[in-house]
């Protein structure tokens, strides 16, 4: 692909690898910037919105047709960059309410739930991103898209779609003003059965989670 090629597809907002682009660059660095914990009281509401967002994108990835890659084999990247930081930010800001449960296959029949963390989940998308982005800022649009694409099926895209349902049925407890239930030691290294998590769950208040997230109801105002 030519410089001015290059140059006309970065330049054109109508064109479908611009316009991923642009909404997976968006997600990443909204996503860094609320990790840094400037504004703790919104950061739900902002990752439910990002989140929201990346999944449109990853619908259009979904709904194309499949990409294929100009190379054969797929330029080697060096080293990923380290998300460590952004994932025990993260951590530590949605505590109590990092870990979840998460059913991986809705069509596997009789699958138990399983412990995730949205600071995992979160760290993990934007590695999977900023692979395909460092494809893009080389020039190598079609190795980007198809990134995208592929791991969007793989990965990304059900741990977005995992994450999402969690931070909507967060703030839908909230704005409901409905207790939520605490999964009192549960952790992402056990496996621990439905029924297990019934005898573990215990009441958490709702003033304990909204007024952190700066979130109150009219029953809690009142």
């Known amino acids: 692909m030519s410089d001015a090629?290059?140059?006309?597809?970065?330049?054109?907002?109508?064109n479908f690898a611009v316009q991923i682009a642009d909404q997976i660059e968006s997600?990443?660095?909204?996503?860094?910037?609320?990790?840094?914990?400037?504004?703790?009281?919104?950061?739900?509401?902002?990752?439910?919105?990002?989140?929201?967002?990346?999944?449109?994108?990853?619908?259009?990835?979904?709904?194309?047709?499949?990409?294929?890659?100009?190379?054969?084999?797929?330029?080697?990247l060096g080293a990923e960059p380290d998300v460590d930081d952004l994932r025990e930010r993260f951590a530590v800001m949605l505590d109590p309410i990092d870990v979840y449960n998460e059913v991986f296959d809705p069509y596997e029949p009789r699958k138990p739930p399983v412990a995730c963390r949205i600071s995992d989940d979160l760290a993990d998308i934007v590695t999977d991103l900023r692979h395909g982005l460092a494809h893009y800022r080389a020039g190598r649009t079609s190795e980007a898209l198809w990134w995208w694409q592929f791991s969007y099926f793989s990965n990304w895209g059900s741990t977005a779609s995992a994450t999402l349902r969690a931070l909507q049925s967060l703030l839908a407890h909230v704005r409901l003003d409905q207790p939520l239930q605490e999964l009192d030691g549960l952790d992402t290294d056990e496996a621990i059965a439905e029924s297990d998590l019934a005898e573990e769950a215990g009441k958490v208040m709702l003033e304990e989670i909204a007024g952190p997230l700066g979130l109150r109801t009219s029953s809690t105002a009142t």
């Open 27 to 76: 997600f990443i660095v909204v996503v860094t910037e609320v990790a840094k914990g400037n504004e703790p009281n919104s950061a739900v509401p902002f990752l439910l919105l990002e989140v929201s967002q990346l999944l449109l994108a990853g619908g259009r990835l979904g709904a194309h047709e499949d990409i294929v890659p100009d190379e054969r084999y797929e330029p080697d």
């Open 5 to 14: 090629t290059l140059h006309a597809v970065a330049q054109d907002p109508d």
